[in-house]
């Protein structure tokens, strides 16, 4: 057995980077392996780590980090630094932050892999995107992501296996928000009248669902992220998430609130608008979805009214619903379904993406 070390660092000890933690915590108590070493746990402001690359216990982990008087060091010190590690090392990315998104060439170059859920990196520019796959090729470290699309669910690596075999993907489309998922299926529910908007929207926040700032869900830009990740893997080469049509449900005049806390401050009095939206629909339920048409390379994120026997229309609590229309699969699109959104499911494919890479370097 390769018995080479490995080093995991690990950026970001928010909603999901806790449960990261605790799960990997889990796995080493299950399969212990003398190989696996934690040697950095940083937040945006504090940092966890031993100059001699020895052991964090990742257990007391938060406690520490609270009580550490390190700070982060930059972005290419700390990749120096894990390229320097007596053995492999990994970056574990459990921020939403572009600088972090930005260095991973750099880390790939030094033969330092990435595993992540955080979407900036696979969603930005494409030349981003680009450099980042050039860049792991030619160092051979990896690259996982399965979490920046649908949490845990099988989704990104569904996709590559059927581009890899040779099959044709000739369209995908679904639910790729938990967080549209959980506020449509509540505001907009196929029996029973729903709930008022504003209030679905501070739930989904306090549920953990939403991103840190749930703007980046109501503007439709979160699944923007995904559908440009999947059309890229598809094959499109999609400039930017902003670069086909992209419906937002931020009201115009709360487009400028400074703060995620004062938009929702604000939300109720524009609950109307939303009603609106809902009445308009007749019989059929409201849902928010994306869809990427290969042949005629077209991508679109937004609203659609669904019959309320559509699958799509069924769906419950923050479940997302991907559907792949393939040459083989014919007319019957083969459908990945479940939970959406949330920590323990994200961290899930953070974690099996580490199992993954860990058994490949
Ligand atoms: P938090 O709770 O804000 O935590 C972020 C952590 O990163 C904090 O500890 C912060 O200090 C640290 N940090 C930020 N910048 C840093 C820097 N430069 N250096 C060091 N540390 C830094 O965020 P979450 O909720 O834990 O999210 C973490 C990542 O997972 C984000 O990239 C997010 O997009 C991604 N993610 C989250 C979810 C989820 O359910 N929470 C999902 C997927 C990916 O499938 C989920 C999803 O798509 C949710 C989406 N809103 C939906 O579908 O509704």
Redesign the pocket.
């Known amino acids: 057995a390769n018995t080479t070390p490995i080093f995991i660092a690990v950026?970001?000890?928010?909603?999901?980077?806790k449960c990261f933690l605790s799960q990997l915590r889990d796995l080493t108590i299950r399969r212990p392996s003398p190989k696996l070493t934690v040697c950095y746990i940083?937040?945006?402001?504090k940092a966890l780590y031993n100059d001699d690359y020895s052991a964090i216990n990742v257990d007391g982990a938060i406690n520490a980090l609270a009580n550490s008087s390190k700070t982060?060091p930059s972005l290419p010190d700390l990749v120096t630094y894990l390229a320097k590690a007596p053995g492999k090392a990994i970056i574990v990315d459990?921020?939403?932050?572009q600088?972090?998104a930005d260095a991973y060439p750099t880390a790939l170059k030094a033969g330092v892999s990435v595993v992540t859920?955080?979407?900036k990196a696979f969603s930005g520019s494409y030349k981003l995107w680009q450099d980042i796959f050039q860049a792991a090729a030619a160092s051979g470290a990896k690259v996982y992501h399965e979490?920046?699309v649908?949490?845990g669910l099988p989704v990104i690596s569904t996709l590559k296996d059927l581009v890899e075999t040779g099959d044709e993907i000739t369209k995908i489309e679904g639910v790729?928000?938990?967080?549209?998922s959980f506020l449509f299926n509540s505001f907009a529910p196929v029996s029973g009248c729903g709930g008022k908007w504003s209030g679905e929207v501070k739930k989904a926040k306090e549920l953990?669902?939403?991103?840190?700032d749930p703007r980046d869900?109501l503007n439709g830009l979160?699944v923007a992220r995904k559908l440009t990740i999947l059309a890229r893997l598809a094959g499109l080469p999609v400039e930017s998430p902003t670069s086909f049509p992209v419906e937002s449900l931020i009201p115009k005049e709360l487009e400028s609130c400074s703060s995620g806390d004062e938009f929702l401050e604000k939300l109720p009095l524009f609950d109307h608008q939303m009603d609106e939206k809902k009445a308009s629909v007749g019989n059929k339920v409201l849902r928010f979805v994306g869809s990427i048409d290969v042949a005629t390379k077209s991508v679109k994120v937004g609203l659609q009214s669904f019959e309320p026997s559509h699958p799509i229309a069924a769906l419950k609590g923050?479940d997302n619903i991907i559907s792949f229309y393939t040459k083989r699969y014919g007319s019957n699109a083969l459908i990945v379904q479940g939970a959406?959104?949330?920590?323990d499911v994200?961290a899930m494919g953070v974690t099996a993406d580490l199992i993954k890479v860990v058994a490949q370097i």
């Open positions: 950026i970001g000890a928010g909603g999901v980077g940083a937040t945006s402001r982060p459990n921020t939403s932050s600088d972090v859920p955080n979407k979490s920046s649908g949490a790729f928000s938990g967080t549209m953990g669902y939403t991103e840190p869900d979160d923050s959406g959104a949330g920590g994200t």
